[in-house]
C-alpha cells in the first residue's frame, strides 16, 4: 500500500465520521415503503429531526463501525485496483478515455467483493430504530445475521448482486468522467484555480455517479434492510427488487435518499479524488 493510499484512507476516516449522519437519513428514506408506511419521514427535516427527537444525537451514527473497519480495505482495493487495471487496459484496443471507464468498473467490482458483508451489517443497524443505548453493538448484529443465515448470499452477503451494481456503476463513471473531463478542460498555471478547477470536476463527477447509480443502492437497501413482513422474503436481487419498487411505489421511489446522497458523495467524491491525484504526484516528484 503506498503512501497516498494511507493519506487517501486517513481523510476517508474523517469523512466517515462528518459524513455519516447523511448515511443513516439516505438509507433510512431508502426503506420506508411509500406514504402506508407507518414509519414514513415527511422530508428530509423531518427525518432529522424524528431521528434526534426519538433516538437521540447518538442515532444519527448507527452503524458507524463497520464502514470505519472496512475503509482501510476499501480505499486500498479502490485505487490499487484501479491503477492495476489501468495498466492492463493500456495492452488492449480501448481508447484511453473507454480504458479509465472500464478500470474503474473492474475497481468497483471488486470494491464491492470487499464491503458487501460490512454494508449488511450497517445496513441492519441504520434500520433499527431504537433507542442507541439499547441496539445490540455491530459485532452482536454480525453473530446474529450468521447464527440465522450464515455467511451465504441470505445472510452475510445477502444484496451482492446490487453492492456490484452500486459501486461498478459509481466507480465507472466516477473515474470515468474525472479524468476525462479533466484532460479535456485546460488546465490553469495559477494553482487556486487548478485546485477549484479539479474539485469541481470531482463534485461533478461524485454527484453524476450518484444520480446513475442510486437504484442499484434502492435495491441494496431493502434486500439488506428488514423485510416488511418477518420471515417472509420480499426483497430477493437486484432487479427483482427494482421492478417490485418501481411497481408498488413508482419510479420515484427508486431514487430516495438521493439528496443526502449526493450532499455526502458530490463534495466527499471530490476530496477523494483530489487527495489520492495531489499526492500521488508529490511522491512522483520527490520519491
Not at 432529522?48 to 463497520?66: A, D, H, N, S
Not at 488492449?92 to 467483493?113: C, D, F, H, I
Not at 490553469?188 to 437504484?215: H, Y
Not at 411497481?247 to 467524491?269: D, S
Request: glycine share 10%; charged share 20%.
Amino acid at each position: 500500500v503506498t503512501t497516498s493510499e494511507v493519506f487517501t484512507v486517513f481523510c476517508s476516516l474523517v469523512e466517515i465520521c462528518l459524513m455519516h449522519p447523511l448515511d443513516v437519513v439516505k438509507t433510512r428514506f431508502q426503506i420506508q415503503r411509500g406514504k402506508a408506511d407507518p414509519n414514513n419521514y415527511k422530508g428530509l427535516g423531518d427525518c432529522f429531526r424524528t431521528i434526534f427527537r426519538t433516538e437521540g444525537v447518538y442515532g444519527f451514527y448507527k452503524g458507524i463501525l463497520p464502514p470505519i473497519l472496512a475503509e482501510t480495505p476499501k480505499r486500498a482495493v479502490k485505487f490499487f485496483t484501479f491503477e492495476q487495471y489501468k495498466k492492463l487496459l493500456s495492452f488492449t484496443l480501448l481508447s484511453p478515455g473507454m480504458a479509465l471507464s472500464v478500470a474503474g468498473l473492474g475497481s468497483g467490482l471488486t470494491e464491492a467483493l470487499v464491503v458487501n458483508p460490512f454494508e449488511v451489517v450497517k445496513v441492519s443497524l441504520q434500520a433499527n430504530r431504537d433507542s442507541f443505548k439499547v441496539q445490540p453493538s455491530t459485532f452482536a448484529q454480525a453473530r446474529t445475521i450468521i447464527n440465522t443465515d450464515g455467511f451465504g448470499l441470505r445472510g452475510l452477503n445477502k444484496g451482492l448482486t446490487s453492492t456490484l451494481g452500486r459501486h461498478g456503476v459509481f466507480n465507472m463513471i466516477y473515474f470515468g468522467f474525472y479524468f476525462n473531463v479533466k484532460d479535456a478542460i485546460p488546465a490553469s498555471q495559477d494553482p487556486r484555480l487548478e485546485f477549484m478547477r479539479k474539485f469541481a470536476i470531482g463534485l461533478v463527477s461524485g454527484t453524476v455517479s450518484s444520480c446513475v447509480n442510486i437504484p442499484f443502492d434502492v435495491a441494496k437497501s431493502r434486500i439488506q434492510g428488514p423485510q416488511p413482513v418477518p420471515g417472509e422474503i420480499k426483497y430477493r436481487s437486484c432487479f427483482q427488487t427494482m421492478a417490485l419498487v418501481y411497481r408498488e411505489e413508482g419510479y420515484l421511489a427508486l431514487y430516495k435518499g438521493l439528496i443526502p446522497k449526493i450532499m455526502r458523495l458530490g463534495p466527499g467524491g471530490a476530496v477523494m479524488l483530489l487527495v489520492y491525484e495531489y499526492v500521488s504526484d508529490w511522491l512522483q516528484k520527490n520519491w
